[in-house]
């Protein structure tokens, strides 16, 4: 999707040159909206457009330079705030946790039930960190796609207090259709949740505080969608899959 907005930018460029030069032709009324394009004098504005369209793959990297340094500062930003923000991301006690309690690499996974690239992700997750029993992850619920998946938070969020969190976690990653409440307490009658007192317990206002501590986490880092993650000290943005979550896990246990 980034790619796509970057080559929406770089294309509105070329329509601003274009415009440049029919904009400067003598005679040529130029609305307001036209002045900045105007004031490019037409032989450069023609001069530009034919080495653009003579030369495109100059737009192709363009975009990568754009995109280089976008996620340079995003990284930049989110180093600061993991040690800024170190208590919130690693001891929050409102935060679910898995794997290993005393794993020598923690992972927090930023996630919303009714992303579909956290599904994916999960799936890479739930077999390296079974496989590897040495991770520690911390849950942190960020419901940004609708009232389903707030719903589907307060439940998981709900669900530790019956010991049934990462149960009912997976089963609502690996749930494959449309959530709404009657769905989410149907799955999670399925993992064996007393669903009476969930309900009685997603009512519970100190959860709600936890999602509007993870929102504000998450702005700090600079998150912009789900999945992210924190592995180690380092902010991953987007889905992993099992490879690149295993070098990462082996780069967190280098410290680098």
Do not use: W
């Amino acid at each position: 999707m980034r790619s796509l907005m970057m080559a929406l930018v770089l294309g509105l460029v070329v329509v601003g040159v274009l415009a440049a030069t029919r904009t400067s032709l003598p005679g040529r009324i130029v609305s307001p909206d036209a002045a900045a394009g105007a004031a490019v004098p037409a032989d450069v504005a023609k001069s530009i457009r034919a080495y653009l369209m003579a030369n495109p793959e100059v737009l192709v990297e363009a975009m990568q330079e754009l995109e280089r340094k976008q996620d340079n500062q995003r990284d930049a930003v989110a180093q600061k705030a993991i040690v800024q923000q170190d208590a919130e991301l690693f001891r929050d006690a409102g935060s679910p946790t898995g794997g290993n309690p005393a794993g020598d690499v923690t992972i927090v996974e930023f996630n919303d039930y009714q992303c579909p690239y956290c599904k994916r992700a999960h799936q890479a997750m739930k077999s390296v960190v079974g496989a590897d029993g040495k991770i520690k992850v911390i849950y942190k619920d960020l419901p940004i796609l609708g009232e389903p998946s707030r719903i589907a938070s307060l439940a998981a969020l709900a669900s530790v207090k019956q010991g049934k969190h990462q149960a009912m976690h997976n089963a609502l990653m690996e749930f494959g259709g449309k959530l709404d409440r009657e769905k989410i307490l149907e799955i999670a009658a399925s993992v064996g949740l007393d669903v009476a007192q969930l309900e009685k317990d997603m009512e519970d206002p100190k959860l709600r505080q936890i999602i509007e501590r993870n929102m504000a986490l998450a702005g700090a880092l600079g998150v912009r969608g789900t999945p992210a993650f924190v592995i180690g000290k380092q902010f991953v943005p987007g889905a992993v899959d099992a490879a690149s979550l295993k070098q990462l896990i082996a780069d967190a246990r280098k410290g680098s």
